[in-house]
T-cell receptor, first 110, second 115 residues
Framework: TQLLKQSPQFLSIQEGENLTVYCNSSSVFSSLQWYRQEPGEGPVLLVTVVTGGEVKKLKRLTFQFGDARKDSSLHITAAQTGDTGLYLCAGRYNNNDMRFGAGTRLTVKP | KAGVTQTPRYLIKTRGQQVTLSCSPISGHRSVSWYQQTPGQGLQFLFEYFSETQRNKGNFPGRFSGRQFSNSRSEMNVSTLELGDSALYLC??????????????FGPGTRLTVT
């Protein structure tokens, strides 16, 4: 059973479109990270959020941490083909357990 | 600064054998975590080492073990391999354990195939 649920599982869009992916848990995170992973490679860290309500921007990517620190979202504006990949969220819980979501596989078509 | 390195990158073993995977963290990083990634289960935490001590352990059988050396390099061992152990094994390093703000960086992984 995934403690962290990511949605959607798959997403296929055209270049230039906007999208949002979600990461939800019934438990509170002490912190949360978003990664992007390409085939045959390890995940690459995009952002770490720690404070409830925190919003971080990384060029066309906007990350939001829920006020209650149980959920997070990643919004991509004007998607590009280079954004294609597996987007993973990972949360550290207060008992020091760390869990990854199953990921959202994004395909951006030219 | 060199990234996290893992060796070997690819490995094929048969059922019942054992395997040792190696991870060298980023220079100066003292914490190493190991993960198993499969299409069905996603990324699952195996264990975390800091200063040669295991700090955290995931829900895996005792066939999975690890250790960390004084230079922070880490190895993980899987004994009596099963077909279900086929996976991408990822190592991640961070300055110190936990990521209440501490970032972890992943290596490229070792792709293990058990036949």
């Amino acid at each position: 059973t995934q403690l962290l649920k990511q949605s959607p599982q798959f997403l296929s869009i055209q270049e230039g479109e906007n999208l949002t992916v979600y990461c939800n848990s019934s438990s509170v995170f002490s912190s949360l990270q978003w990664y992007r992973q390409e085939p045959g490679e390890g995940p690459v860290l995009l952002v770490t959020v720690v404070t409830g309500g925190e919003v971080k921007k990384l060029k066309r990517l906007t990350f939001q941490f829920g006020d209650a620190r149980k959920d997070s979202s990643l919004h991509i504006t004007a998607a590009q083909t280079g954004d294609t990949g597996l987007y993973l969220c990972a949360g550290r819980y207060n008992n020091n357990d760390m869990r990854f979501g199953a990921g959202t596989r994004l395909t951006v078509k030219p | 600064k060199a990234g996290v390195t893992q060796t070997p990158r690819y490995l094929i073993k048969t059922r019942g054998q054992q395997v040792t995977l190696s991870c060298s963290p980023i220079s100066g990083h003292r914490s190493v975590s190991w993960y198993q990634q499969t299409p069905g289960q996603g990324l699952q935490f195996l264990f975390e080492y800091f200063s040669e001590t295991q700090r955290n352990k995931g829900n895996f059988p005792g066939r999975f073990s690890g250790r960390q050396f004084s230079n922070s390099r880490s190895e993980m061992n899987v004994s009596t391999l099963e077909l279900g152990d086929s996976a991408l094994y990822l190592c991640a390093s961070s300055l110190v354990p936990g990521f209440g703000g501490e970032e972890q960086y992943f290596g490229p992984g070792t792709r293990l195939t058990v036949t």
